[in-house]
């Protein structure tokens, strides 16, 4: 079990036999995965393979019935709720793109910045320019900067997408956990948010769950597929893609 | 002290004018019913000072709900309680000030408990003979009630319809405890026959009209802190656990304690209005609490416009000033008026009266669209 | 003296009412009475009592009972004997054997039948005696039954004299325990007195407790522990049997609740949609059970035994079809925004409230209950009515029905359907528009159908509805919505743990701990009893 050790150790995110069952289904079944610092890992799989629900527990949205959840090499992340885990250093992109629609696209990014959470320092907390300098870079990434007025609600669905990714970034996490970035996205978009994640996983560690395989095919990293609920191959996109039980469960012929 | 450094801040321009006008009404109003003759065209006569003080307790407690709905997305259909416990802490005071020239004359109990055979003052009317104590209670019962019970709502991720409906089921409970003659609070009829605040009779002219200036000096501090609280960093904050609690917890915010904080401060709001409209009303009983009491009070701040300062105030107005009129001149149909009310902002009028005229204001129209739209998105989810 | 008198009215009556107008020995009877008129002094007239005792015929209980009252008199012109009523100067004189009215007379033309305080026991004497060994098996089963709510220690020798005779093996029952009654009373000796204790006892009623304890407090040594233990034993087993009863008392309530809630388990559990209106469409059912009352007082008063299966279906009709126009005219604009709807339906809640109003008047409605639902009877110590049981069956029978609609018909198929996926099923064929009216008109007509049996028990009022929105609300929420067997749980639960609570709380007290207890479970289980967990995804 040294490796196991060493895993835990060594690794970002470590994931050993954990399950989740909701009312006699398994959505979770005996799943381990394991992230290294700074590495960007695509995960593929058939709906209800338990991708988001992976998230969710990652997130501490969810709580397995068995298993570990390891952050960071000590943090164990079963004992702890979604803010905890926030300000640990893992950040969360919905499927459906979740932002403050009546907020301005800086006032996202600002409430997004890493910085006093509580009651009394946000009622007290001066909103002179602090965070300006972040605010800006991260407009610059996520290439918002000229939408930066505009209330979240009239961006488009793919600016919603970079939107939430940008605040993700402003929170300043070490691992962000994104959920289907391109669903819904023009071909050109895609292909921009493709450039965006590889330029985000220079810096930070990132778990991307996608179906489109042409979007996972130009992030070019290692992928994990899941099905029912645990691991069903793992590697190379071409080694993926060849292994006959995800063709068969997943790819089709 | 937030206020203080909200107003180095600078105020937005229509707060400002809105807490003008309101002043300027608690000085006029006074000064009109006391300085001129009854004859005189300005004079405003004595039942319309009393009137008109019970509007602006409602639009105080109009602006405290909207504190949590409009701009922190809980709909609590049990503000009435924060508002009928105001009351009864302040009726308590008053029954002490009756002292012995009750019916019965007894030095130190109330009436009701002479007539029900108490020989003691219950442990919880201790105190209240004192007004800095009696105006602590104000505050801090429903404070208190609303911290607790939102503690516990809220930390359990109770949200949306259920929210509503176990607080409804707090303002019914409390309404069949009140109701109880062992409670000591008067039962079914309630605390009434007040004679006088702080020294003087709450009958007299001098002194309605003093309490006149207090709701309308009031309801300009209702204004300032709600102006201050979502103008503050926390206000955008609010509206984001209003608009999307889920990312807001997912970065690293803690939404629970966010609503904690709205539905305490906008509970002892209440409970101000509560304590202010008690003494020019005359009574307070539990019917105070009844739930049809809290649902119309929603409608008022829905009709004036949910998310804004100005809406509740100019809802709370307007709404009360048809129903005074409506019960007078044509009774039977203001259940279908009010009914009817309901029905119609809901579908036609979703931003109330102060959306549909921001829309003709360029400036701002932007942002209420935005928040209609978030809305729609928001409870889709929900 | 008064409690003697009566005891002897009671038993007159209960004989008189027992009557049938069976004419067998009407002139032995008649034979019997007219020796009054010839009798001299109280002796004579003893006589003629003891002969209507030989008799045997508990008709002579009217004519002894009116002789104790001083109200037996004697024509002095033809020497008839009768019952005289009033007492001014014409009085009404009735027939002594059959109790008809035989015409007036001057009140100076009578002579009043004189008795003695001796007499007067012989009469009461007699009339115990009669009744206890009337023919009627029923009449004697009620005058032992009289006999022990009213224990008389002179009664001892007339209620054994009558267990001698006595066959029929009930009545004999009720004879010995009112024997065992009477002879707790008397002076006799302490070993029968003993027994009589046991046989109260094996009683167990309430009545039996009081009796011992009105025993016990002249009771001495062994007869006193006795008593008591015996008490103690009563008052066990009557604290079970209350239990029970207020278990029955709370299944009672959980039907009714079950009743307003179920519609809204539809409408709420299964679509979503918070209809604040819910307990108006209950009002409505109610007062359609009131119009078609009305309609059948005036035109077919004999069909108001039936006039609840009719004003069922049109209860649901008319339920169905305003719950229908509230779908389409104002719900269907509002989906996807649980508050809005909840103020809306509010709204329309305050128009139905006045429309009624305005049409039917502010007071309470009269509903009467037919025949076959009024009265109770008894099941141990327990008390039933009626009306309860047939409401809990009848809301057993909603629930059944409901159940079934919703499992295995094409409509319940194609509600789960819209509501679990709207796109596919509208691909699939299915108006969903149509269905959402549907399924409202469904939830609002089985709430209308509530109304026809909560105009049962309840006052048919414009606020009828308002009484039970919280309530219904409170039983989906804490059955757990979308769930027609959490609602089903969630009421029975409900009522039961109210009226069990009830006794230490008291009834306000209890609804209250109540409402507080559910508004900590929901806190605890934000999607009540039987929710259904699932992948929780941005909610």
């Not at chain 1, 060493?6 to 470590?14: C, E, F, I």
């Not at chain 2, 949590?68 to 009864?88: K, R, T």
């Not at chain 2, 008053?94 to 019916?103: D, E, K, P, T």
């Not at chain 3, 009022?461 to 219904?472: E, M, R, V, W």
């Amino acid at each position: 079990m040294t490796t196991v050790s060493t895993d835990v150790t060594n690794s970002l995110l470590y994931l050993d036999g954990v399950s989740v069952s909701f009312d006699g289904f398994k959505a979770i079944n005996n799943l381990s995965f394991v992230l290294n610092h700074g590495e960007m890992r695509a995960i593929i799989g058939p709906n209800g393979a338990g991708k988001t629900t992976m998230m969710d527990i990652v997130t501490g949205k969810t709580r397995p019935d068995a298993g570990d959840v390891i952050f960071d090499g000590s943090n164990d992340l079963t004992k702890h709720d979604e803010a905890d885990i926030a300000m640990m250093g893992i950040g969360r992109k919905f499927q459906k793109p979740t932002v403050f629609e009546s907020h301005t696209v800086e006032d996202n990014i600002a409430l997004a910045l890493s910085g006093p959470r509580g009651v009394l320092p946000m009622l007290f907390h001066n909103s002179s320019r602090t965070g300006e300098g972040r605010i800006r870079e991260v407009l610059d990434v996520t290439r918002l900067a000229h939408l930066r007025g505009q209330m979240a609600s009239s961006l488009s669905h793919g600016q919603k997408q970079w939107l939430e990714i940008g605040m993700l970034l402003a929170q300043n996490p070490m691992l962000l956990l994104v959920d289907e970035p391109v669903a819904g996205m023009t071909d050109a978009e895609t292909e921009e948010t493709a450039r965006l994640l590889r330029d985000i996983a220079e810096g930070h560690s990132v778990v991307v769950i996608e179906h489109d395989m042409g979007f996972v095919r130009e992030l070019d990293v290692r992928v994990t597929c899941l099905h029912e609920g645990s691991v069903l191959s793992d590697g190379t996109l071409e080694h993926v893609s060849s292994d006959p039980r995800v063709v068969e469960v997943y790819l089709g012929r | 002290m937030i206020a203080a450094r909200f107003l180095q801040g600078g105020l937005d321009r229509r707060i400002a004018v809105t807490l003008a006008l309101i002043l300027s009404v608690a000085i006029f109003v006074p000064v009109a019913n006391l300085l001129f003759a009854p004859s005189h065209p300005l004079h405003v006569p004595n039942y319309a000072v009393a009137l008109l003080g019970k509007y602006l307790n409602y639009a105080l407690l109009a602006l405290a709900l909207d504190l949590v709905w409009g701009f922190c997305g809980i709909l609590s259909l049990g503000h009435g309680a924060f508002f009928a416990l105001g009351g009864y802490a302040m009726g308590m005071y008053l029954m002490r000030q009756i002292g012995s020239r009750g019916v019965y004359g007894h030095p130190e109990l109330p009436d009701f408990m002479v007539f029900l055979n108490w020989k003691e003052l219950p442990w919880y009317w201790h105190g209240f003979d004192q007004f800095w104590f009696a105006a602590l209670m104000v505050v801090a019962v429903p404070g208190l009630l609303a911290f607790a019970f939102g503690w516990f709502a809220f930390r359990s991720r109770v949200t949306g319809v259920y929210l509503s409906i176990i607080t409804q089921a707090m303002t019914y409970a409390l309404m069949l405890a009140f109701f109880r003659n062992d409670m000591g609070f008067g039962g079914n009829n309630g605390l009434t026959d007040f004679k006088d605040i702080l020294g003087v009779s709450v009958q007299a002219d001098e002194t309605r009209a003093a309490l006149f200036a207090a709701s309308a000096v009031t309801l300009a501090l209702g204004v300032l802190i709600t102006a201050a609280i979502t103008g503050s960093h926390f206000g955008k904050l609010m509206i984001a656990v209003r608009d999307a609690e889920a990312r807001t917890r997912f970065l690293g915010y803690r939404p629970e304690r966010v609503k904690l904080f709205a539905f305490t401060v906008s509970a002892m709001m209440a409970g101000v209005a509560g304590a202010l409209y008690v003494p020019q009303v005359g009574i307070i009983n539990p019917g105070e609490f009844a739930p049809a009491n809290s649902i119309e009070l929603v409608v008022w701040t829905a009709v004036g416009g949910r998310g804004t300062i100005i809406g509740p105030i100019v809802g709370a107005l307007v709404v009360n000033a048809g129903k005074s009129w409506f019960t007078g001149a044509l009774p039977e149909l203001w259940l279908f008026a009010l009914g009817g009310l309901f029905v119609a902002v809901t579908l036609f009028m979703p931003k109330g009266i102060v959306g549909m005229i921001s829309r003709h204001w360029p400036k701002r129209s932007r942002a209420t669209d935005a928040k209609v739209r978030a809305d729609a998105v928001r409870e889709q989810n929900a | 003296m008064r409690r003697i008198a009566s005891f002897i009215a009671c038993l007159v009556f209960l004989v008189l009412s027992g009557l049938s107008a069976r004419a067998q020995d009407d002139e032995a009877l008649r034979g019997a009475v007219a020796g009054f008129a010839t009798a001299e002094g109280f002796q004579q007239i003893g006589a003629v009592i003891d002969a209507l005792v030989v008799l045997g015929d508990p008709r002579a209980t009217r004519v002894l009972a009116a002789l104790g009252e001083g109200d037996l008199k004697v024509r002095e012109a033809d020497g008839g004997v009768f019952i005289v009523r009033g007492s001014a100067a014409s009085v009404r004189l009735i027939d002594p054997v059959n109790g008809d009215t035989a015409g007036e007379a001057g009140g100076a033309s009578l002579k009043k039948i004189r008795v003695n305080n001796r007499l007067r026991r012989t009469v009461r004497d007699a009339i115990g005696a009669l009744t206890l060994t009337a023919a009627d098996p029923a009449v004697r089963m009620r005058a032992a039954e009289t006999l022990f709510a009213n224990p008389d220690p002179d009664a001892l020798e007339a209620v054994e004299a009558a267990l001698e005779r006595e066959t029929n093996a009930d009545v004999r029952r009720g004879m010995e325990v009112a024997r065992a009654a009477s002879l707790l009373l008397s002076d006799r000796s302490n070993a029968e007195k003993s027994e009589a204790v046991g046989a109260v006892a094996a009683l167990g009623t309430r009545e039996a407790l009081g009796l011992l304890s009105q025993f016990r407090t002249g009771a001495t040594g062994a007869l006193e522990l006795q008593a008591a233990a015996a008490m103690e034993r009563i008052e066990g087993s009557l604290a079970r049997w209350s239990i029970a009863q207020n278990f029955w008392y709370g299944l009672s309530l959980g039907s009714v609740l079950l009743l307003a809630a179920i519609g809204l388990a539809i409408t709420f559990g299964v679509m979503g949609v918070i209809n604040m209106a819910h307990g108006e469409m209950v009002m409505i059912g109610a007062y359609t059970t009131f119009a078609v009352q009305e309609v059948i007082r005036r035109s077919a008063p004999g069909l108001l035994d039936w006039s609840l299966p009719i004003a069922l279906p049109l209860a649901f009709l008319a339920a169905a079809l305003v719950g229908m126009l509230i779908e389409r005219g104002v719900i269907r604009f509002l989906y996807g925004r649980p508050l809005e709807t909840l103020l809306a339906t509010w709204g329309v809640s305050l128009i139905l409230q006045q429309a009624v109003r305005s049409i039917f008047g502010p007071s309470n409605r009269e509903v009467s209950n037919p025949s076959w639902m009024s009265g109770a009877f008894e099941l141990g110590q327990m008390m039933i009515t009626w009306n309860r049981l047939y409401i809990l069956l009848f809301a057993m029978a909603v629930f059944a029905v409901l159940l079934w609609a919703m499992n295995r018909t094409m409509l319940g198929l194609q509600m789960r359907a819209v509501t679990q996926n709207r796109r596919m099923a509208s691909a699939m064929g299915i108006r969903a528009p149509w269905i959402d009216a549907m399924t409202f008109a469904l939830g609002s007509g089985v709430a209308g159908i509530a109304g026809v049996a909560l105009s049962q028990i309840d006052n048919v009022s414009p606020n009828l509805g308002q009484s039970y929105i919280i309530d219904s609300f409170l039983v989906v929420v804490f059955g757990g919505v979308g769930n027609l067997w959490g609602t089903l749980v969630g009421a029975m639960s409900l009522g039961v743990v109210n009226k069990l609570l009830e006794p230490y709380a008291g009834a306000v007290l209890g609804k209250i701990l109540i409402l507080v207890l559910i508004i900590f479970f929901i806190q605890k289980r934000p999607r009540g009893l039987f929710a259904l967990r699932g992948r929780a995804v941005e909610a």
